[in-house]
Nanobody
Framework: QVQLVESGGGAVTAGGSLRLSCAAS????????MGWYRQGPGNQRELVAG???????NYAESVKGRFTVSRDNAKNTVYLQMNSLKAEDTAVYSC?????????WGQGTQVTVSS
């Protein structure tokens, strides 16, 4: 059974940094996508950053230049380095992996940025 486990969330003051990790376990074979979504209070879930199997990355406009997504295929892990955090980045961050056209989700990790 495929499982995604996130870590690295927490509370930080504006301008600070956090690094999220999401490790996939189970039978993993060349995920076509790994990335991060977030859902803030009163907001819909949105894509923050993702990386395809060929290494192509995409970012939400609001995080470009501040966040960096990367993946370690040997460890089946995707990372999200978040710098220059803002109060509006406060949300539950969830990782998603797509493999064989099936989406798998982590349980989510809270990121709280105080101004």
């Amino acid at each position: 059974q495929v499982q995604l486990v996130e870590s690295g969330g927490g509370a930080v003051t504006a301008g600070g940094s956090l690094r999220l990790s999401c490790a996939a376990s189970g039978i993993i074979f060349r995920p076509s996508f790994m990335g991060w979504y977030r859902q803030g209070p009163g907001n819909q879930r949105e894509l923050v950053a993702g990386i395809d199997g060929d290494g192509t990355t995409n970012y939400a406009e609001s995080v470009k230049g501040r966040f960096t997504v990367s993946r370690d295929n040997a460890k089946n892990t995707v990372y999200l380095q978040m710098n220059s955090l803002k109060a509006e980045d406060t949300a539950v961050y969830s990782c998603k992996m797509r493999m064989w056209k099936i989406d798998y989700w982590g349980q989510g990790t809270q990121v709280t940025v105080s101004s």
